[in-house]
């Protein structure tokens, strides 16, 4: 679906904000992933701060099922739901583990800021607004780690071998995680399509906010921020 520019619509919603949107995707933690310099440090903070962001990200989903409006959206937001907490909560958890982080410690941890801001910022969209706010405020998680993990798959510094967070690439980068991000971004298509310039202009301050609101969370990983 185009416009009368040629471009999709989720495509201007990252030209309004192209800045934020590169120095997200292309972060300094995202970068040291790709060539294996990101301290273990950092990425244990990101991993844990991550644990909470997905409790809040599953809450984000429970508030899609009470935002939709027909069966069809009622379906959309509780399949994600139960795969967030179903599986990925669960991946989550064993992964940690292989890192070092007990269950016993994630259950304890203190939220940093960075997370709070993030996930409220999210849940606050979509209580305000719509379905669509809150799909908008939604998107650089669901749409950006799959844009970031294809971003790092191109880049001549990717160390292949003997990286350890090789892994997290390839699950962003697998067909599971890029399905779902495709999904979305068709449906975020098809609702932004013929917008009126106001609502466009609305969505795509969400959409700028929760982008830099992520660049933050890699911030928080490389300074270790609490
Ligand atoms: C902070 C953050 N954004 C996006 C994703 C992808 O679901 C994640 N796991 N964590």
Not at 7 to 13: I, K, V
Not at 61 to 74: C, H, M, N, P, T
Not at 202 to 219: G, M, P, S, V, Y
Request: charged share 25%.
């Amino acid at each position: 679906m185009t416009d009368a520019a040629g471009a999709a619509p989720f495509d201007r919603l990252i030209a309004a904000c192209a800045d934020d949107w590169r120095a997200y995707v292309e972060h300094p933690f995202v970068r040291a992933m790709g060539d294996g310099t990101l301290p273990e440090e950092a990425f244990r903070h990101y991993l844990k701060q991550d644990y909470l962001f997905l409790v809040h990200f599953a809450r984000a989903w429970g508030l899609a099922v009470y935002k939709s409006r027909d069966i069809l959206e009622l379906r959309q937001g509780l399949e994600i739901l139960k795969a967030i907490v179903d599986v990925e909560m669960g991946l989550h958890v064993s992964w940690c583990a292989e890192w070092g982080i007990s269950e016993t410690e994630l259950a304890q941890l203190q939220e940093s800021r960075a997370t709070m801001a993030y996930t409220r910022y999210v849940l606050d969209a979509g209580a305000s607004g719509d379905l669509t706010d809150l799909h908008v405020a939604l998107a650089p998680c669901v749409i950006g780690y799959g844009e970031i993990a294809a971003w790092l798959l191109r880049q001549p510094f990717l160390k292949r071998e003997g990286n350890p967070y090789m892994r997290w690439i390839g699950m962003y980068a697998g067909d599971d995680f890029m399905s779902a991000a495709a999904a979305e971004r068709e449906w975020l298509n098809a609702r932004l399509a013929g917008v009126t310039p106001e609502r466009f202009a609305q969505l795509a301050r969400i959409f700028r906010d929760a982008t830099r609101l992520e660049a933050d969370f890699w911030r928080m990983g490389l300074t270790l921020a609490d």
